[in-house]
């Protein structure tokens, strides 16, 4: 127990509880502001008077803290009871999400399934290109083939040119050479 000795309207008074010291203090200090307060506003009033006055105003403010702190509990049990049982609009958007989200999860899924069917057919692409394979060396092979012999055809057309204008350059010096022998015997029988 907590012993204190509190002055309320200019008399002490000894004050005992299990409250803290602090706590006495602070109410008798509201009790004497309270009464100083009646006091001033009519002096004509006696001591028992003052108290008797402060005593009515610090009741009517307790109870209406009581009335508000009944009226806060009454609030706060109906809040409780709201959170514990969830209200129909709230189950109603749940059921709303719910089914956006299975509907979500189909549509994921069709899209899955269209990408499996898509893998599988690129797969299967894959394999019949990897079957082509030898075929394209083959290809590609031929195409070599193909340069190397446009390749010789090239140097063979140049050298059958070369040759036709060499034979074409020995048939003009034969053909010279023919007139200069024709000549030459024309000229001898000339002599003769």
């Known amino acids: 127990m907590n012993k204190v000795t509190v002055k309320i309207h200019g008399s002490e008074y000894p004050m005992v509880s299990e409250k803290s010291k602090d706590y006495m203090i ?11 307060r009646i006091a001033e506003a009519n002096s004509m009033l006696s001591t028992s008077q003052v108290a008797i006055l402060s005593a009515l105003t610090i009741t009517d403010l307790l109870f209406e803290c009581s009335e508000e702190n009944d009226k806060l509990t009454k609030e706060n049990k109906e809040l409780v009871k709201k959170a514990e049982k969830p209200n129909q609009e709230v189950q109603l958007e749940m059921k709303k999400i719910k ?11 069709k899209k899955q399934d269209e990408i499996d069917s898509l893998n599988e057919e690129l797969k299967n692409k894959v394999n019949v290109l990897e079957g082509m394979n030898p075929l394209k060396e083959e290809i590609e092979e031929l195409k ?34 023919e007139q200069e022998l024709n000549y030459i015997k024309a000229s001898g029988k000339l002599l003769k």
């Not at 602070?26 to 100083?36: F, L, R």
């Not at 089914?99 to 899924?109: F, P, W």
């Not at 193909?146 to 053909?175: M, P, R, V």
Request: a negative charge; glycine letters at 2%.
């Open 26 to 36: 602070k109410i008798a200090h509201y009790v004497d502001e309270e009464m100083s």
């Open 99 to 109: 089914l956006e989200l299975n509907n979500k999860v189909e549509e994921l899924g």
């Open 144 to 177: 070599k083939n193909l340069d190397e012999a446009n390749e010789k055809t090239e140097i063979a057309e140049k050298l059958a040119s070369d040759f036709q204008n060499k034979l074409y350059d020995l048939q003009l010096k034969n053909i010279e050479l």
